[in-house]
């Protein structure tokens, strides 16, 4: 079992104070801590639909008047969960400073006062702006408070709490895609855009967002290993559009398509031929009356079946190696470097390596109850499938598997460790309280 990482609980809250010394932080702890024991409340996607759709100062106002309590929850429940994880994450620095974050940010709400006019509103709005920004490289830093964990024990021990590991993350990050959601949608509605509520688009047009997504990955492939493979689109439904959140299928197809385009390049580059040499990445799109769906397929050498069954697990990487493990590797108990703190806080795009691609990917299918499935060949390739669920005709009418989504339900705290079921099927994963 784990050697000095304890039994996996949870630290109790009582008689200790989560984020040091910070006196800010530490004059709201008492109420930090009271709020993120309270429940999250879900919002209807109708009625986020209809607040973009229909914004005025009085419905802005409205919702800002929610948002500054449900926020100051939301912001809460994460820096508390991250504050008390178990195996002692809780201490890693990267972890620290994104639970402090999180706290900061639920005391910026709380000391801001309740907006009862059109200008506090607006003074809300720039808050959020402001908050959205600071919290831009929280996945790379909790990335690397893992990473942390992972160089100080054995590779035995890791794979005995990954599954708890992976369970934690995939909580968390779900709970910070509605948190975001929400404050980017208030923050778009301000002004109307046709075709947009919000960052809720009813004309997403799946083969544009394909080729968009292409062309980022192309552009990061080149920069980094100075070669690139075609990408075809293969639009199956001409015409089609569907109700989604551009921002996130972009996000996802994008992950997705830098896999393929990175394989390609390793396996087929050769610099004195050029691209013209590399077989293409192929993207078929297709609706249908549930999904929208896009396989995404390379001759990229494929994944050894025996690592399927991880590929999905944080700071696994289809890369083979993960940024992390050109480090010292498991059990070195290495410091964090200064190399690895700059990664950390740049904004510049990875083509691979961080280990969080694809699991963060299949987090934002399945919030809105979609699915990413992947199915590889070795020696030759890989396919994969992104299933997007339609949300209906403007939020409305929405889909069996939308209703039972994290989307449509509040967020909750990061499970106890140990409570992970390693053959997670989805639809046992879809009635989890996320």
Known sequence: MYTNLGDGAQAPLQGRKLWGSRARINKLHDKLVEL??????????????????????????????????ELAIRMSQRAVDLAKLPYGLSLKRSIERVSTWYAAAACDILEFPYPTTVEAEEGFTQLLEKLLHDHSIVVRSVAAGIYELKEEISKENWEDIQSSIDQMLTAFYTSRIGLRFLM???????????????????????????????????????????????????????????????????????????????????????????????????????????????????????????????????????????YWDNRAGYGSGAPQSKQCRTMVQSSTPALAGW????????????????????????????????????????????????????????????????????????????????
């Not at 429940?39 to 209807?44: H, I, K, N, W």
């Not at 040499?277 to 050498?301: H, I, N, Q």
């Not at 909750?412 to 989890?432: E, F, K, L, V, W």
């Open 36 to 69: 993120s024991q309270q429940e999250a409340t879900s919002v209807p996607l109708a009625e986020l639909y209809q607040l973009g759709l229909n914004s005025t100062e009085s419905s802005r106002l409205q919702n800002a008047q929610f948002l500054h309590g």
């Open 184 to 322: 980017e949608h208030h923050i778009k509605s301000r002004h109307r855009v046709p075709g947009y509520s919000g960052i809720i688009s009813n004309v997403c047009k799946p083969h544009e967002l394909a080729e968009r997504a292409a062309a980022e990955a192309i552009e990061l492939c080149r920069r980094h290993t100075g070669l690139a493979p075609r990408v075809n689109i293969i639009n199956k439904t001409p015409g089609a559009t569907f109700t989604y959140v551009p921002s996130h299928v972009q996000y996802m197809l994008a992950e997705l398509l830098k896999n393929s385009v990175r394989a390609v390049s390793e396996v087929h580059g050769d610099e004195d031929i050029g691209e013209a040499s590399m077989p293409a990445v192929s993207v078929v799109v297709a609706k249908g009356d549930e999904d929208v769906t896009f396989r995404v397929s390379d001759e990229g050498g494929g994944i050894a079946r025996s690592r399927l069954n991880t590929i999905f697990s944080f700071l696994c990487s289809t890369a083979g190696e993960t």
């Open 355 to 434: 280990g969080v691609g694809l699991p963060l990917s299949r987090t934002y299918a399945r919030y809105f109850g979609g699915e990413l499935e992947l199915m590889s060949m070795e020696s030759y390739g890989t396919d994969v499938y992104l299933h997007l669920s339609a949300l209906g005709d403007g939020c409305e009418n929405l889909p069996a598997k939308v209703l039972a989504s994290p989307a449509s339900r509040a967020s909750s705290a990061i499970p106890q460790a140990g409570t992970y079921d390693p053959i997670h099927r989805h639809d046992a994963y879809r009635r989890r309280d996320y």
